[in-house]
């Protein structure tokens, strides 16, 4: 039994979300493939095959990869899912584009977001905001699995795992890539920070969110947002953490002005620490707060940053 996983990558990079998905795919148990799709994608090939317990890494290196869309990219895994009883991604941007197609393609059922694995059929995912666990049992002979990054604790490094290139390449007439707009920022990644500081209505305003720049800084947070303060305009909505937006895990989470709704603890309980700051002692973020800290933020929040 061999699965496949989906290396994620960006600008040259392996992403640390793979690390995760090979760990789900440890639990399945079996070889362990990586594919490495891109343009000029040397580099993560070899970081991916440092990847604690992945057998090969197979590098599909061409133009037609170059931006990772869902129709070159579908077709590729369609070629190559026979030899696997398991495809699997991260349920990131790039796994949520690509995976349906590969499951519409080969017309099993997709498993999304698994977040633990109960056998090689069998496998746990969140419903309903994360308030229900369903447990899933697939018969088809392909299970096509995007997997919560958070579920799983990433492998470690110290492999050397072997490098074979995939010489198929396929067309496509169906899309083609126009342009790409990121946001610049020299904090960590929201989705993969250790410390993550969020801002919520309470803040008042976008001006407000400056704040909680100090406290980031020094403890090399990301900032992120509850929808209430995105949807207000206080902050774009890449920042929004929650059911609706980034799920995030990190070692701290801190929650400023942000009542504790469930579609907002869906996207952090998961966090190993989690410090609240709300001048409200009823909110219901205390009642997932391991720290909490009832008061006005605007005097706790510079009062935070000049003890830190
Ligand atoms: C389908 C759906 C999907 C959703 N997805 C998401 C999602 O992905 N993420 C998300 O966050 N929400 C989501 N929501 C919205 C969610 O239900 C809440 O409305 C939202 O999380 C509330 O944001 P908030 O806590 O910032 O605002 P509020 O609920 O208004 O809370 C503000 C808090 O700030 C405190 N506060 C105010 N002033 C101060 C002060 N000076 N000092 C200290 N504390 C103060 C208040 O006591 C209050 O607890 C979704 C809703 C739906 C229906």
Redesign the pocket.
Known sequence: MSILVLAEHHDGQLAGATAHVVAAAKAIGGDIDVLVAGENVGAVAEAAAKLDGVSKVRVADHAVYAHQLAEPMGALLVELAGDYRHVLAAASTTGKNVLPRVAALKDVSQLSEIVEVVDADTFKRPIYAGNAIATVQSADSLKVITVRSTGFDAVGEGNSAAIESVDTVVENRQSAFVKQELAQSDRPELAAAKVVISG???M?SGENFKLLDGIADKLGAAIGA????VDAGFVPNDM??????KIVAPELYIAV?????I??L??MKDSKVIVA????EE?P?FQVADYGLV????EILPELESKL
């Open positions: 919520g209505r309470g008042g509850s929808r209430a303060a929004q953490v929650g059911q609706t937006g002005g942000i009542s504790g709704a579609q907002h869906a996207g700051i709300n001048k409200d909110a973020i008061g006005d933020l605007f």
